[in-house]
């Protein structure tokens, strides 16, 4: 592991954040003002003057983006309009929520992947590999918020065993994890198999068949573990798609999560909240994608990251 490639990539990120912060800063200003929703519709131009300046509205936009720099330099993240709180408070409260919901669905899916696939690659084209192909393309296919619909009317609305929405015990997790798990399984269910059944066919796995060693081990330790690293790369994807928050589904379940959140701020022209839980959710992203690199290097040694 080299610190030079460690600096590169980090230094290559802050570029892009700081790209995205402006980009972020003028597009949720074009949202709206805030003014007009704290207001009543009655009120005069004095009155949405008055409030436009306290909340330094008024300002030359390059003023409030270098007001807004200064801040962030600070590690202040401004004060939410709606929560009367500061915006880092609100942020990252929803965000583990977000993230924790994803690690289970991410975690879930990869492990019923990689044994479904690499079970579907020992036989290819046999019944099983015909059956885990069939529902890996249905659920890489369908849409997660048909899923979760479905999902409550069955569970909650006609049988009555799921709470439709919300947070809190374990039964309010069922539908939310349910209705995730099945884009992630499905897409890493193809890449597995393809990648196994690749690596079953290399020269190594017929000389560790041919000295005797069980199907299991062949399996499971020899072919697996070059199969991971395409794996790797597509649950990296799937990862930055989960912590972006999966607005859809936490809508529809009322889970707290950051997606959730920067909806509510959209609708609320809450600039301090909605600019706080991009610039969080861009560095979660940016994490996972100097994550990757680094066990990309740590499966397989041939792969080089101090150049």
């Known amino acids: 592991m080299s610190l030079t490639f460690f600096l590169r990539r980090l230094s290559f990120s ?3 954040l700081g790209g995205l912060m402006v980009l972020v800063f003028v597009l949720v200003r074009l949202t709206g003002s805030p003014v007009d929703l704290f ?6 131009d004095a009155m949405r003057r008055a409030l436009a300046v306290r909340l330094g509205l008024e300002d030359p936009i390059y003023v409030q983006f270098a007001r807004w720099l200064a801040d962030i330099s600070r590690l202040d993240l401004g004060m939410s309009l709606w929560h009367s709180r500061p915006a880092a408070d609100v942020v990252f409260q929803a965000l583990p ?3 924790l919901l994803g690690a289970v669905v991410l975690g879930l899916g990869s492990l019923a992947a990689i044994v479904v696939g690499a079970l579907a690659a020992f036989r290819p084209y046999g019944a099983f590999d015909r059956i885990a192909s069939a529902a890996s393309l249905m659920g890489a296919s369908i849409p997660d918020f048909w899923i979760g619909l479905m999902g409550i009317l ?3 609305v006609s049988l009555g065993w799921l709470p439709t929405s919300g947070y809190g015990s374990p039964s309010y997790w069922v539908l939310p994890v349910a209705t995730l798990f099945f884009r992630p399984f499905g897409v890493l269910v193809q890449i597995v198999r393809g990648a196994m059944i690749a690596a079953l066919n290399a020269p190594y796995i017929r000389t560790a068949r041919a000295k005797g060693a069980a199907n299991r081990r062949v ?3 020899h072919a697996l573990r070059n199969a991971l690293l ?6 990296g994807d799937l990862a930055v798609q989960l912590a972006g928050g999966v607005t859809v589904i936490e809508t529809v379940f009322g889970w707290p999560g950051i997606g959730k959140l920067m909806i509510d701020a959209i609708l609320q022209r809450d600039f301090a909240v909605l600019q706080a ?3 969080a959710v861009a560095v979660v992203i940016f994490a996972i994608n100097i994550a990757i690199d680094f066990a990309y290097a740590a499966i397989d040694p041939r792969v080089r990251i101090d150049k």
């Open 219 to 221: 399996i499971f330790i």
């Open 154 to 156: 069955v569970f909650s």
């Open 39 to 44: 207001l009543p519709l009655d009120a005069n």
């Open 14 to 16: 802050f570029v892009a």
């Open 97 to 99: 929520q977000t993230l």
């Open 230 to 235: 395409p794996m790797i790369t597509v649950a």
């Open 277 to 279: 839980g991009i610039l």
